[in-house]
């Protein structure tokens, strides 16, 4: 069986000092010896990744982290490690001991809140002190849920009472993720999918935003049909069947438009996670940024997964020759891949970024809100793609997205 990617799960961190037990509940929680267990304080030093099915909540990863009361140069490097988790955390889990409520917690929680991750504590070692009135009254006046337990001797009943409390804190993305194609067509559509063949497609199988593109369509009981761009014009002509939409990979977007017919929708695979794992308005106004380029100006392509590059990469090789070509000198790129993502981001006149279909929604938003934050333009693959081939319009209109009157752009809602 495929493992779910960690994109669609549920990330559920866990933080707290040092040697409170963060890395004991994790097993408890598991039922496996997941992370390493020690007396020794600051023993969990890069966070510990675990996926796996919690029922009733489903696919989930856990995300074990280092004590941010850690000490020392190497303990600044984890501490620094251990805030990035707070990018990609849908809920906390707040580990500490009872009656001890220290600068630490605290900042934590202010984090938490300042981000609006739901949070949980986790009182832990009660077989060691029980909890006391001031401190279960503090929690109280924080209003913040709490569980008590010992993580060596965590039962079946606690357990249950952990999933109970992270069910109520289930936020509503996880529980009604923005669709990526189902609610742009209907039972019985027709959905093309143009997949091109070359050296970056892998070996035998399909990326995970084809897969997942497919697997959407069958579940809204339509069909679809995959075709690669040299075959796109036959396959459109053969067709009893107006197809709905055509759903393209960004990089061949020029053969497409030639083919498809104007009357039949077109967008991209890298534009549908563009809307469902981020801010798609916010990442087509950051394409004009391009507009403003001149030869020298740094630009950050974010890649969310780590593969090897090869032949005509999209991101390192092809973009940066396009938008060299467009602006008529060489820009300065750099390219960060995974979740390294750099702090200094003012340098950069433009980011784009990937479909970040092997990132969370909540990270993705982290990363638009940073650079929104920092007046930093943001976009992404297929829609910097689209605009340097002056079709925005087009691949937007699925989505009714924006309405051109003039200069202005209104939104208005998606095309059912």
């Known amino acids: 069986m495929q493992k779910t990617p960690k994109g669609l799960r549920l990330h559920i961190a866990i933080f707290g000092r040092r040697n409170v037990g963060k890395s004991s509940i994790l097993n408890a929680i598991t039922r496996q010896e997941v992370a390493i267990v020690s007396e020794i304080a600051g023993t969990t030093t890069d966070p510990v990744e675990k996926p796996m099915e919690l029922l009733p909540v489903g696919p989930v990863l856990f995300i074990d982290t280092a004590g941010l009361d850690d000490v020392g140069a190497l303990g600044r490097l ?79 009943e606690t357990t249950v009472k952990l999933k109970n409390e992270l069910i109520k804190l289930l936020p509503k993305d996880f529980l009604n993720p923005i669709p990526l194609v189902a609610d742009l067509i209907n039972e019985g559509d027709l959905v093309i999918l143009v997949i091109p063949i070359d050296k970056e497609a892998p070996r035998g199988r399909l990326i995970l935003p084809q897969q997942q593109t497919i697997r959407e369509i069958l579940d809204k009981k339509a069909s679809c049909l995959v075709v690669n761009e040299r075959n796109l014009s036959d396959a459109i002509h053969n067709l009893k069947q107006k197809p709905r939409i055509v759903i393209t990979d960004s990089q061949v977007f020029e053969e497409v438009f030639v083919q498809v017919p104007d009357d039949i929708l077109v967008t991209s695979f890298s534009i549908l996670f563009a809307r469902a794992k981020g801010d798609l308005e916010e990442l087509v106004k950051g394409a004009q940024a391009l507009d403003n380029l001149k030869p020298a100006d740094k630009i950050l392509i974010a890649e969310a997964c780590t593969h090897h590059p090869i032949g005509e990469d999209i991101g390192r090789i092809k973009i940066p020759r396009w938008i060299n070509q467009r602006i008529g000198g060489e820009i300065d790129f750099d390219v960060f891949s995974g979740h390294n993502f750099p702090e200094d981001i003012k340098r950069y006149k433009l980011i784009i970024h990937c479909g970040a279909c092997m990132l969370n929604r909540k990270e993705m938003l982290a990363r638009i809100l940073r650079c929104r934050e920092k007046g930093v333009a943001i976009t992404n693959y297929g829609v910097v793609i689209a605009y340097l081939h002056n079709a925005m319009d087009r691949v937007v209109q699925p989505f009714n997205l924006f309405q051109r009157s003039g200069s202005s752009i209104v939104t208005t809602t998606p095309r059912c």
């Open 78 to 156: 984890r501490i620094t490690k251990t805030y990035k988790v707070f990018e990609r955390a849908d809920i906390i889990l707040l580990v500490t001991e009872a009656n001890k409520w220290t600068e630490y917690e605290e900042e934590i929680l202010e984090e938490a809140r300042r981000r609006k991750i739901p949070i949980l504590v986790i009182i832990n070692k009660i077989d060691l002190s029980k909890p006391g009135k001031d401190f279960k009254e503090r929690l109280n006046r924080e209003k913040v849920p709490a569980i008590e337990t010992s993580a060596l001797n965590c039962d079946w």
